[in-house]
């Protein structure tokens, strides 16, 4: 049992607030993930030709000035934002670049993600205490995808722990069980993709990315995954402009949705959602089983 959260703003005016009003999200679903917690945020697209890369040193101590010095030696001109364990980097390079050269430079660092607007924090703790650890209540932007973790198949680490992420600006949170990720893995792995953790949900969002890489739109992908994912669940996926969740062809696992004109709130119970402003006058729904819903930024 995990707990998943997405919120989607879609007045500009809004947007300095967006951790401010997820914040409570995140906290709510405690009970349903008190193992790690984690999420990806929406902002501010990089400078032309740049992307923002997340690195994360876990229990490793890091000095993250001269980390900042080598990115420049390598990559040229670069900023970085240090988050506790966590920074952002900003460059001009290519993913595949990034992460080789971290696995060879500094390999006592993670590379989370990559991509153009969106950062990612994930960490073992409870959700109150990571939102506190990396300031989740001062966070801006345009939509965010959080999830707590009850972990039931996997280790409990910082790699275990949601959002997973492939390529640019894509992350995918879980909650449910896939039957067959080992299966999903060996075929992936096949063709050329690779794997972090042995987690459930790093192979749904490897399925979901690879398939977007290979030029299915989201729509398609999610069709395809019915007859591939095999399971429970309930996916919630963000992209750079794209809030979306899919449930399973049974829909066991739950979740809400409360849609206003200031903002589409998802949930997996409403007791996460009571707090956001106007909630008591959204529209409240369940998503339908194997149908994706999707909330572009305006």
Request: aromatic letters at 8%.
């Amino acid at each position: 049992m995990c707990g998943i959260v997405g919120l989607l703003l879609k007045r500009p005016a809004l947007r300095p607030a967006l951790g401010e009003l997820m914040l409570p999200m995140f906290i709510g679903m405690t009970e349903r993930g008190p193992d790690s917690g984690g999420l990806a945020v929406y902002g501010d697209r990089a400078a032309s030709g740049e992307r923002r890369f997340s690195l994360y040193a876990g229990e490793s101590a890091v000095d993250w000035d001269a980390v900042a010095a080598d990115v420049r030696t390598r990559f040229g001109q670069s900023t970085i934002e240090i988050n506790g364990n966590h920074a952002i980097v900003e460059v001009n390079a290519a993913p595949e670049a990034m992460a080789q050269w971290i696995a060879e430079a500094h390999p006592d660092i993670a590379l989370l993600s990559a991509g153009r607007t969106m950062d990612l924090y994930k960490d073992i703790g409870a959700p109150g205490e990571i939102a506190e650890r990396y300031g989740f209540g001062r966070l801006r932007g345009t939509h965010v995808v959080g999830h707590t973790r009850m972990a039931t198949e996997s280790a409990v680490t910082p790699a275990h722990a949601h959002p997973f992420t492939f390529g640019d600006d894509f992350c995918l949170v879980h909650n449910g069980s896939l039957s067959n990720p080992n299966n999903v893995r060996r075929e992936l792995e096949h063709q050329g993709v690779s794997f972090v953790t042995d987690n459930d949900t790093e192979a749904a969002c490897r399925y979901l990315g690879h398939r977007l890489n290979e030029g299915d739109d989201l729509e398609t992908a999610v069709t395809r995954g019915f007859s591939v994912l095999d399971g429970f669940y309930t996916l919630l996926i963000g992209t750079r402009d794209t809030l979306a969740i899919v449930r399973d062809p049974f829909a066991c696992k739950p979740a809400i949705v409360a849609e206003t004109d200031d903002y589409v709130a998802i949930s997996s119970e409403y007791r996460s959602l009571a707090a956001l402003p106007g909630v008591e006058s959204a529209r409240l729904f369940e998503p339908r089983p194997r149908q994706l819903y999707q909330w572009r930024v305006q």
